[in-house]
């Protein structure tokens, strides 16, 4: 009987980027982080239950969506230089559960960060590895309720529009341009700067051999639904009040000083959130890796994935946190709720620094060195989350305590609202706090619900582009109409100390002249009530 005397194959280690992906099923695995990402989300945003409104955001859309409820039609006699997502889920959420209070609309926001963290965990996984799957989803819930409470906590614009730009770069990531595109729609249909995930798409669309009809895909998906929504609600009004009237507002930053203080203020926010993750920065290897693709190929194994496909994989974070970081510059304001968008990109990157890092790491002191090499990436990771979790669990229990700003006054002065005026008494407010209609229930006397469409002020913009000149274009003909036709039954002048002070305004001196008489005087606001009503 002859022995094999051949020597067993010696084990080959590859790189990560190449090994085989496990056989074992990840689907209970899924279903579990799904569930605890989703309760978490649910948990970091009980206080936002709290309060009835967070910010003036929160009045407008409501206040939009009570008009839409009652036969107003969008970007006619509901207008806003936004697109429509917004407005259409605030009035499905009414529609659902009554326009008293904003539970659904809160209920939905804690839906939509939870299917952010869950797709930005997915997305990890495809990346990295299902070792930063959880953390990835951790980082993304944790870090969105990093900045103010007004920010972290109001159900607007940004916290639904991270699920679409989530599904694109995940779509992406797995070859589906078309899903990616129609995603990339939505986000853009939910915020104009939602356009920005195409930048890391594109690369990815671009390479391979189908790389023509990846783009194809990558373009209708992206353009279809907007020329739709477009057609539906009327091409002209539509492309003016999404992309062309916000020239003025646009052109107009703040000053130097207030710039550096808000985008400074939200980027000590964040690296607030992932410092457990900075503190890896300094084992970052000093020379690049040698690329997988050809280590594969010198130890005789078949690559998962092409050399380019790699490389842009690799990138993806970087691209995608800097189109974001476009995002939130445009015109230069720099509110803390434009930050919300870098929170999935930046966990992203964060994962990668700690893959990077526990690769090779081949700097900064010893004993993280060696603490990293003991721990690997899956340790290292889900303690930056820990870390990350626990300054969350600080921030959220600092929101409980947290109010909203000018919260008393509004509610104040629309309580005085109620009692000098009737049910379905027309109502206009010279102000800055729309949630005003809301609060009240009050029925606007006009469409343009803030002084901002008409004077063009923001807060912390240039108070020299403050002014009937600087409005909408086309808005105050249109404003005179409505005051002449239809003059409200109780008119707010919330305009103390403000650049557009109610008596630079002939058309409204004019209004209150004519059989108005003061009935309120809240912290600085007026509310005047028509005698004939």
Sequence with gaps: MLLDTRRPAPRVDLPRSVRPRSRVPGGPRRVTEAVLLCLLALVLRLPSFRRPFWSPDEGYLATQATMLRTGGRLYQNVVDRKPPVMPWLY???FAFAGDGGLTAVRIAAVAALGATAVLTARTADQLLGAWAALPAGVLTVTASVALPAPDAMAATFEIFMLPATA???????????????????????????GLAPLLPLLPLALEGPRRRRNTVALALGAVAPVAICALVLGVHRFTFWVFLSSGSYASSPPGAQVIAEHAASGLVSLLTAFAAVLVLLPLLPRRRRTHSLRVARRRGARPRRSAAHSRRTDRLPVVWLLASAG????????????????????????????DVSCERPSGGPAVLRHLVERAGRRGVALSAAACSLLVAACWTTAAWQTRPPQLDKTLAVANAVRD????????????????????????????YLTAGLLTNFSGGADIRRVGPEYAVPGSWPVFRRELADTPPCVLVDDSADTPYPL???????????????????????????????
Excluded: N
């Design 420 to 447: 000098h005026s009737a049910p379905g008494a027309s109502l206009f407010v010279w102000g800055m706090h729309p949630e005003t209609y809301w609060l009240s229930g009050r029925p606007p006397a006009s469409r």
């Design 167 to 193: 599904v694109a770069l995940y779509c992406g990531v797995k070859d589906r341009f078309l899903l990616a595109g129609l995603a990339v729609s939505v986000a853009v249909l939910t915020k104009q700067v």
């Design 91 to 93: 009035e499905a959420c």
């Design 327 to 354: 995002g939130v510059s445009v015109g230069w304001h720099f509110y803390g709720h434009y930050f919300l968008q870098l929170v999935p990109p930046a966990a992203l990157l964060a994962l990668r620094v700690i």
């Design 503 to 533: 008596a630079d305004y002939p058309e409204l001196r004019t209004l209150l002249a004519d059989g108005y008489r003061r009935v309120a005087d809240i912290q600085g606001a007026r509310v005047y009530r028509r005698d004939d009503c």
